[in-house]
């Protein structure tokens, strides 16, 4: 799966998938690089790090290889959010823990809202995508690596099941390092903050000041870093 993550991926999706009312289909990069494009755009779009950029970056950047690709999710007859897979162990990630078999990194972007926000959508695209990773493709973990500034993710993780395990400094961010098993999202399913009732979120893991001069975070990694920082939310 490592070295064909891509192809192995994708052989497992119809043309178009669906989960919870949701439509996942293959980017199609001619169709939803000015959609993406405006998304990227957005002020809460910053932790994607690719804010002014034209489209022919954004389509280099955004290009399938055997080791990442992006899925488009729609609603409603629009599309809503964008979700890229990643193999960690060709992932600057992967120099930050022991990568295992199974193990599925994700990134996401919600599109702004149109409208009134919706209450609880937000969950429910994470909550799909986790389905989607962990029962659909049958990963056995789902891998996250979020900025620690972007606090509106680190509660929506927790009500998914993703919990971080360390923070971690990437050549790009300071962030969480987060994992979350089928086992994990079917616990917190059944746990009250996940039908929307607020829970205190546990304690998030700090990087110390020596951690910072550590030359294990912040040697150049081997492996090209993501331009792309996951999982920015519009609406919660």
Known sequence: MASQFSSHCLTQLSAITSINGFQFRALDLKQDLPTLQSWFNQEYAQFWGMQGLNLAAIENLMAATQHKFALIGEWQGKALFMVELYDPAHDEIGHHYPVAPGDCGMHLIIAPPDGSPINGLSFKVMDAIAQLVLEKLAFNRLVVEPDQLNS?????????????????????????????????????????????????????????????ASPSLTKPSSLAAPVTSPMTLSTL
Do not use: W
């Open 152 to 212: 509106k993710i680190h509660h929506l993780n927790s009500r998914v099941g993703i919990r971080y395990e360390k923070a971690i400094q990437l050549s790009t961010k300071a962030a969480y390092l987060g994992f979350c098993t089928a086992a994990e999202r079917q616990l917190a399913s059944s746990t009250p903050s996940s039908m929307g009732f607020a829970q205190p979120n546990p304690a998030l893991p700090t990087l110390a000041k020596q951690d910072l």
